[in-house]
């Protein structure tokens, strides 16, 4: 039976359970019943991410209605040696769908009438949307400064929308004793685990899509949210022998607000808190990443390295993107302009045709409307 445990602990939970954490203050994992990835109970006749439902602690049938045919996004190729998954093709405009759908089909399983989420605006909006599907109430709070078009999603929606002043830290603490105070559902992208349930079909569908995997692997980091599904489908992956060793995993943050590549330079088993300074990239603004701890000891389990997006080159590489047919956001295009870092020259010096050098995926994680003033 699948249940939630606290590794900090030893405490186990019943994935019903609607406390946010474990009584200790540590943060859920899960301990799923479900099997690993199999091509074989795959699910050809769904055209949603929910072909892979499966491989999920999913209970029955709620996911067909909150659906709204999120996942199944097209890789293409950018240049030579470089693939992007168009994740910002989702029903809110960003990856945070693939979290949102699964942890609002959950919700509905549970019986829950309402929750709360912080975020910086796009896992709120995508916790807003499924919620709305699911005719679950939902307040979301948001840091000052985000995203305008953002926030009039949310509302859009039909969530109640919290600002907060200060950073995205400051939200996460603000929400989080809403939480403790209301009683309410703690939808987060952060804490629930179910959350990576959703974002580990990214690298599912990569598998599928290509019949193998890229020899790079390139995530924005900041809480992790992408990160982790990605480890969790890394192994499902090599258990099942569909792949022989891990592919190169570079996780990206912002020079910034790196909490996570300081620590792994120093060898750390944690992180932070880290000074956010001011950022385009604010997706991956994360001075105190809740899960850096795992964060981490995943990525010294996969062999990943970090690298870090220079401010000066975020716009340089979004006005790349877009001449190439792609607009996304300063996010998606702070990890363009770290790859192009890591492969040693600038947006203008990418020649389409060039070869050499592993093959790498980046997710286009946003669309860039989204974060335009």
Same mark, same amino acid.
């Given at each position: 039976?699948?249940?939630?445990?606290?590794?900090?602990?030893?405490?186990?939970?019943?994935?019903?359970?609607?406390?946010?954490?474990?009584?200790?203050?540590?943060?859920?994992?899960?301990?799923?019943?479900?099997?690993?990835?199999?091509?074989?109970?795959?699910?050809?006749?769904?055209?949603?991410?929910?072909?892979?439902?499966?491989?999920?602690?999913?209970?029955?049938?709620? #996911?067909?209605?909150?659906?709204?045919?999120?996942?199944?996004?097209?890789?293409?190729?950018?240049?030579?040696?470089?693939?992007?998954?168009?994740?910002?093709?989702?029903?809110?405009?960003?990856?945070?769908?693939?979290?949102?759908?699964?942890?609002?089909?959950?919700?509905?399983?549970?019986?829950?009438?309402?929750?709360?989420?912080?975020?910086?605006?796009?896992?709120?909006?995508?916790?807003?949307?499924?919620?709305?599907?699911?005719?679950?109430?939902?307040?979301?709070?948001?840091?000052?400064?985000?995203?305008?078009?953002?926030?009039?999603?949310?509302?859009?929606?039909?969530?109640?929308?919290?600002?907060?002043?200060?950073?995205?830290?400051?939200?996460?603490?603000?929400?989080?004793?809403?939480?403790?105070?209301?009683?309410?559902?703690?939808?987060?992208?952060?804490?629930?685990?179910?959350?990576?349930?959703?974002?580990?079909?990214?690298?599912?569908?990569?598998?599928?899509?290509?019949?193998?995997?890229?020899?790079?692997?390139?995530?924005?980091?900041?809480?992790?949210?992408?990160?982790?599904?990605?480890?969790?489908?890394?192994?499902?992956?090599?258990?099942?022998?569909?792949?022989?060793?891990?592919?190169?995993?570079?996780?990206?943050?912002?020079?910034?607000?790196?909490?996570?590549?300081?620590?792994?330079?120093?060898?750390?088993?944690?992180?932070?808190?880290?000074?956010?300074?001011?950022?385009?990239?604010?997706?991956?603004?994360?001075?105190?990443?809740?899960?850096?701890?795992?964060?981490?000891?995943?990525?010294?389990?996969?062999?990943?390295?970090?690298?870090?997006?220079?401010?000066?080159?975020?716009?340089?590489?979004?006005?790349?993107?877009?001449?190439?047919?792609?607009?996304?956001?300063?996010?998606?295009?702070?990890?363009?302009?770290?790859?192009?870092? #890591?492969?040693?020259?600038?947006?203008?010096?990418?020649?389409?045709?060039?070869?050499?050098?592993?093959?790498?995926?980046?997710?286009?994680?946003?669309?860039?409307?989204?974060?335009?003033?």
């Amino acid at each position: 039976m699948s249940e939630l445990y606290c590794p900090d602990c030893g405490s186990s939970y019943p994935l019903d359970t609607r406390e946010p954490a474990c009584a200790c203050g540590g943060l859920f994992e899960l301990r799923s019943d479900a099997p690993g990835y199999d091509p074989a109970l795959v699910d050809s006749g769904e055209w949603s991410m929910f072909r892979y439902r499966r491989f999920m602690p999913l209970a029955g049938e709620a #996911w067909r209605r909150v659906s709204m045919g999120e996942g199944r996004t097209p890789v293409v190729r950018l240049d030579g040696r470089t693939l992007v998954k168009l994740d910002y093709l989702m029903p809110t405009l960003s990856f945070k769908d693939r979290g949102a759908a699964v942890l609002a089909a959950r919700c509905a399983e549970l019986g829950v009438r309402r929750v709360v989420q912080d975020s910086s605006g796009n896992a709120g909006n995508a916790v807003a949307a499924y919620c709305a599907r699911a005719g679950i109430a939902c307040e979301i709070y948001v840091p000052e400064g985000s995203s305008p078009r953002k926030m009039a999603m949310i509302k859009a929606h039909g969530a109640s929308l919290v600002v907060v002043p200060g950073s995205r830290d400051d939200t996460a603490r603000a929400c989080r004793e809403a939480v403790r105070r209301d009683g309410a559902y703690y939808a987060s992208h952060v804490f629930n685990p179910l959350f990576y349930e959703g974002t580990k079909t990214y690298l599912y569908e990569v598998y599928e899509q290509l019949g193998r995997l890229p020899e790079a692997l390139f995530i924005p980091v900041g809480n992790g949210t992408l990160f982790l599904g990605v480890s969790l489908a890394l192994k499902e992956l090599l258990a099942a022998g569909l792949i022989n060793a891990f592919p190169r995993v570079v996780a990206v943050q912002s020079e910034r607000c790196a909490p996570l590549a300081e620590a792994a330079a120093a060898g750390g088993e944690s992180a932070g808190p880290a000074l956010a300074l001011p950022t385009l990239a604010e997706g991956i603004a994360i001075g105190e990443p809740a899960r850096a701890r795992r964060i981490l000891r995943e990525a010294r389990e996969l062999g990943a390295e970090f690298a870090l997006a220079p401010e000066a080159d975020i716009m340089a590489a979004r006005e790349t993107l877009a001449t190439k047919g792609f607009y996304v956001e300063h996010t998606t295009a702070a990890v363009y302009a770290a790859y192009l870092a #890591w492969r040693g020259r600038s947006a203008d010096e990418v020649d389409a045709a060039e070869a050499g050098g592993p093959e790498a995926l980046i997710p286009l994680c946003g669309a860039g409307l989204k974060s335009d003033k």
